[in-house]
């Protein structure tokens, strides 16, 4: 039952948090001009809309319920050429996103400073109910930070990889069409073999330390 509670609470912060992440491509596309979003339904607060029933839910889920680890994807379609600046409109259409996920992740941690110095710190025998909230938070702030740092990876189809493609130079575009036409082979060997995890390890290990941070510091506040 434990372990049930913990994969609801689990996707429950994942999808809410993608979809918010998501929001903020459609969101900012359609302001600089773009209609695709909002043609494609995007332009709601209804975070199913939002997600992958695949690569949001159901493999998440999976990885989540077999080995406490995952991986997470979703995409709002969006049409640059439409922009009003494409390029650079596109470039910051492909921003929104991670900054809208580090944003939220910083709103959780500043909100686990205050629940915890709010219920007397972190300590044995804390109500359960407490450690529960808790735990929410941690999570806010751990799938926020790490997708904000995950999808700047520079290969299509993450972020990144749109980020690329509007820095490159004109005459470079027709060559990088055709590596983003094999550009998930690419990314499925990086996650399968290991690798792309390998590089991000440092970055899952800081966003655990900002958590714990938070908890010390809304610890100190609480006994301060």
Known sequence: MEKTLELVTFMTVLVLS?????????RLADR???????????????PFAHVHPILTIALPAYMYWTTQSFLFMASTPVSPRNMRKPRLHGLLTALAGPVAS???????LVAMVVFVAAVGGVRTGMDPGHFRVLKVLVLAVHLNVFGAF???????????????????????????EGFRGFSWILFAVLVFSGILGDLLEPVMEKTYALAGFGISLGNWIAHG
């Open 102 to 108: 580090l944003l939220l992740g910083l709103v959780a």
């Open 150 to 176: 995950f999808n700047l990876v520079p290969i299509p189809p993450l972020d990144g990889g749109f980020l690329v493609e509007y820095l490159l130079p004109r005459s470079a575009l027709r060559a990088w």
């Open 32 to 46: 600089f001009g773009d209609g695709t979003p909002r043609a494609h339904g995007r332009m709601t607060f209804n």
């Open 18 to 26: 993608v979809a918010f992440h998501e929001m903020a491509h459609a």
